[in-house]
């Protein structure tokens, strides 16, 4: 499976982004997926993850109430829509697949994308 997140860009404080996960390949509809980001000089965290259907969804306590993940299983597709953003969520946001157990430890993922810039200005 590739992924391709799409989405980032420059956008000023309190504003929002639709960030996009499309996979080729293979379908992941049975998988979790997760978004992590990394800004310079720091370790790459935890965002969100959602379960393979959808019914369960898990945040990093920095972004919950401003940020929902969601999926289009049909479109192979997961968003991550992110609202009042702040100037410290600035990074590079990736999105990945879970292979391991743990959803918020970057080690059980696999399938990293590329990445897209989200820059938040103050």
């Known amino acids: 499976v590739q992924l391709q997140a799409s989405g980032g860009g420059l956008v000023q404080a309190g504003g929002s982004l639709r960030l996009s996960c499309a996979a080729s390949g293979r379908t992941f509809s049975g998988y979790t997926m997760g978004w992590f980001r990394q800004a310079p000089g720091k370790e790459r965290e935890f965002v969100a993850a959602i379960s393979w259907n959808g019914g369960s969804t898990w945040y990093a306590d920095s972004v919950k109430g401003r940020f929902t993940i969601s999926r289009d299983n049909a479109k192979n597709t997961v968003y991550l829509q992110m609202n009042s953003l702040k100037p410290e969520d600035t990074a590079v946001y990736y999105c990945?697949?879970?292979?391991?157990?743990?959803?918020?430890?970057?080690?059980?993922?696999?399938?990293w994308g590329q990445g897209t810039q989200v820059t938040v200005s103050s």
């Open positions: 990945a697949v879970l292979t391991g157990i743990t959803y918020y430890y970057t080690g059980s993922y696999d399938n």
